[in-house]
């Protein structure tokens, strides 16, 4: 029962164009959502995140949008760069303990490859 | 500012065999973690310690267990590995269960044969 999905395997986009990563999920009780960068060999690192509270946060060329209804968050990356060229995971949890659902662990998606051609 | 270091980094089991897997974090978090990534499946994790001297099972337990030793250390162990066991293993930490700010170690690599 994959709670949080990331549909599109992989996804490639030209230099200075616009990336778009979907990720969807279905426990409502989901109130905090992440998105992780993973390089070949290494760990994945956060990248930004979002609260319910919010429909939107940026920072720099990355902006997460969240929609609460359709329980659908994306990542863009505006403008694209090949050093952007990685795995990205989003990822999701309940910042309150409130029936104790997934409070304190992070659901992750199956991850979006990115390639970025220059 | 080493953050969350693992060992070994690569290790080829036989079917079996036991080994456990390091983690060490030095920034003095309470909270640890132990995923596995899979292809196709993401990061799916093992067991969790919320503080040190508590554990609890994650997503995919069966076939694990996990040493909180005190607060830096939080090992993994396969009694008996299969080659379902086959997989990159991350152990990540945070400040507390309700802080968001994982930190990963670079993983280890395992083959069951």
Known sequence: ?118 | NAGVTQTPKFQVLKTGQSMTLQCAQDMNHNSMYWYRQDPGMGLRLIYYSASEGTTDKGEVPNGYNVSRLNKREFSLRLESAAPSQTSVYFCASSPSPGVWGYTFGSGTRLTVV
């Open chain 1, 1 to 118: 029962d994959q709670q949080v999905k990331q549909n599109s395997p992989s996804l490639s986009v030209q230099e200075g164009r616009i990336s778009i990563l979907n990720c969807d999920y279905t426990n409502s009780m989901f109130d905090y959502f992440l998105w992780y960068k993973k390089y070949p060999a290494e760990g994945p690192t956060f990248l930004i995140s979002i609260s319910s509270i919010k429909d939107k946060n940026e920072d720099g060329r990355f902006t997460v949008f969240l929609n609460k209804s359709a329980k659908h968050l994306s990542l863009h990356i505006v403008p694209s760069q090949p050093g952007d060229s990685a795995v990205y995971f989003c990822a999701a949890s309940a910042i309150s303990n409130a029936g104790g659902t997934s409070y304190g662990k992070l659901t992750f998606g199956q991850g979006t490859i990115l390639t970025v051609h220059p």
